[in-house]
């Protein structure tokens, strides 16, 4: 985990709200930009006559399960148990896939702060703000960083299903929601996974640590954006973007804000 992560916003009066309020939203993948998101290769259940048994043993074996359908099951010639555990399994997979997307939320963070692409997508083409977080917080102890590969997962529907008949940890579906096409890799991209779309979460407000102000960002929204801090937070940084005149870079310096209302009258 690297010691602060930034996350980029644009210029708008949300942002000023989230600023003010000292939160940050999950928001449903649903809704993101990435075509891809959580997309896996065709769900496929691979023949494994071990596994097949241990399917045979949990369903024969279950006193939750009527024993009609316990003594069919058992029963069943191996070859139409086999049909029928991957399909029980496949469409498990699917479900589980597409009640994780309806229901859990993320929200996304980034180990740059300086990145051109970033600056251009997320924060209004550079007219908007990034702000920097300690990782110490709480909030961060889930972070998951986010892998880049050049092709979707390929999950076995039968490993998962039975990690999950044996009460273990479903991973996988976490892992899906971290793993990106390779083309995203710039974004260097950790996410913090909640069991609810569109919860809000408030952070302390020792957990900002400063505020990157875009090279396009105006200077009425920047005042307010200090103003708003300097009544509930004065230990944080503020930095004001420039573009390079040498290189493709945004280049930040550090600044001290004074209201209008302290500066000394001649």
């Not at 008949?165 to 974004?187: F, R, S």
């Amino acid at each position: 985990m690297p010691p602060s992560l930034f996350r980029y916003y644009p210029a708008n009066l949300q942002t000023l709200e989230n600023v003010k309020r000292q939160c940050f939203y999950f928001g449903s993948v649903a809704d993101f930009n990435d075509p891809f998101e959580c997309h896996i290769l065709p769900p496929a259940a691979k023949d494994d006559n071990a596994s097949f048994q241990e399917f045979r043993d949990h369903y024969t074996q279950n006193p939750e399960i009527p024993m009609e359908i316990r003594s069919q099951l058992e029963h069943m010639d191996m070859a139409a148990f086999s049909r029928l555990i991957k399909k029980v399994a496949i469409d498990s997979l699917v479900k589980t896939r597409e009640d994780f997307i309806a229901q859990r939320g993320v929200t996304c963070f980034s180990e740059r702060n300086e990145n051109l692409l970033m600056w251009s997508h997320y924060s209004s083409g550079g007219a908007g703000l990034c702000l920097e977080f300690d990782t110490a917080s709480d909030v961060f102890r889930k972070a998951r960083k986010v892998q880049y590969c050049e092709k979707p997962p390929e999950i076995d529907a039968l490993e998962v299903t039975l990690h999950s008949i044996k009460d273990q940890d479903a991973t996988w579906i976490e892992k899906l929601y971290c793993t990106k096409p390779m083309d995203w890799c710039y974004e260097q991209e950790w996410r913090v996974i909640h069991v609810q779309r569109g919860a809000v979460y408030h952070y302390p407000k020792e957990c900002l640590k400063g505020v990157y102000f875009g090279p396009r960002c105006a200077f009425h929204f920047i005042e307010t954006v200090c103003l708003i801090l300097q009544g509930q937070n004065r230990d944080v940084s503020f930095w004001r973007g420039s573009m390079s005149h040498t290189e493709y870079a945004v280049e930040f310096t550090k600044f001290t804000y004074t209201p209008a209302a302290d500066v000394p009258r001649s």
